[in-house]
């Protein structure tokens, strides 16, 4: 009886959540956390290209808008030609997409635009309840990375010429 009492008195201790306890932090950066997702092999893929890796990969936070392989798609084949043989203008291109520091959703609804690591701005708006860039609806914010934030959108953002 003793046994039995014990072995529930420590299921039920095992059982209370620990005070001050966290979710355990995310272990992949936004490189490899893109590169784990299908959805973002073409951004992978050019993100490489750009010779952009160890900038998304290393200590400083960002928050990436990340174009799917969908929304690459929706691109004309000769603008991504294009920047495929230029490696500044992919570089200019992709870093749009790129904020710095950890913007989650809940402070990218307050914000009206957000300057991007390629200097240019980009327009936050919030419509019906879903949330926009420039013209990209995000359709699944908070990627949690160990060092930032992907938020998934379906377009790909072109900088201001």
């Avoid at 570089?91 to 200097?119: C, E, F, I, Q, R």
């Avoid at 359709?139 to 160990?146: E, G, L």
């Amino acid at each position: 009886m003793k046994r039995i009492v014990l072995a529930v008195l420590c299921l039920a201790v095992a059982a209370v959540p620990v005070v001050g306890a966290q979710a355990a932090k995310p272990q992949k950066n936004i490189v490899q956390t893109a590169a784990s997702a299908p959805q973002f092999s073409t951004l992978v893929s050019l993100v490489k290209k750009a010779g952009l890796v160890s900038t998304l990969s290393g200590r400083t936070k960002y928050t990436v808008f990340a174009p799917t392989n969908a929304a690459f798609a929706k691109v004309p084949k000769s603008t991504l030609d294009a920047l495929a043989k230029d490696k500044a203008k992919l570089k200019a291109v992709l870093l749009y997409h790129v904020v710095k520091g950890k913007v989650p959703a809940s402070k990218v609804v307050k914000l009206d635009s957000v300057k991007t690591v390629n200097g240019a701005r980009v327009t936050i708006d919030v419509r019906k309840g879903k949330v926009y860039v420039n013209d990209a609806r995000v359709t699944k914010p908070d990627i949690k990375a160990s060092n930032g934030i992907i938020h998934q959108i379906n377009r790909v953002l072109l900088p201001p010429s």
